[in-house]
Nanobody, 118 residues
Framework: QVHLVESGGGLVQAGGSLRISCAASGSTFSTYHMGWFRQAPGKEREFVARISRSGLTTLYADSVKGRFAISRENSKNTVYLQMNSLKPEDTAVYYC???????????WGQGIQVTVSS
């Protein structure tokens, strides 16, 4: 298990950019693959992006491909989600999560609100 805390959310206009961060506790951060998920009001939580332990491999949902970028700094125990060309439909609570094998994300942050105004 790892403790995760998101930060950097807020309100941004459509077309704008925002970077959210997720800080992990402990010394084992580099052993986890990391993912970002989001949940909009009235909708189920959905996958946004993921990054491998080394940071060399990433995967994105079609809805954010080309607009969002996931990255990590293992020396800082932090994973980032750079969000560009934001749309109102990107409005959601964003969660980071950790997994050892992508089949089960076992540790989750508390979530952070991102609101995109039209």
């Amino acid at each position: 298990q790892v403790h995760l805390v998101e930060s950097g959310g807020g309100l941004v206009q459509a077309g704008g950019s925002l970077r959210i961060s997720c800080a992990a506790s402990g010394s084992t951060f580099s052993t986890y693959h990391m993912g970002w998920f989001r949940q909009a009001p009235g909708k189920e939580r959905e996958f946004v992006a993921r990054i491998s332990r080394s940071g060399l491999t990433t995967l994105y949902a079609d809805s954010v491909k080309g607009r969002f970028a996931i990255s990590r700094e293992n020396s800082k125990n932090t994973v980032y989600l750079q969000m560009n060309s934001l749309k109102p439909e990107d409005t959601a609570v964003y969660y980071c999560a950790a997994t050892r094998d992508y089949s089960d994300y076992h540790s989750w942050g508390q979530g952070i609100q991102v609101t995109v105004s039209s």
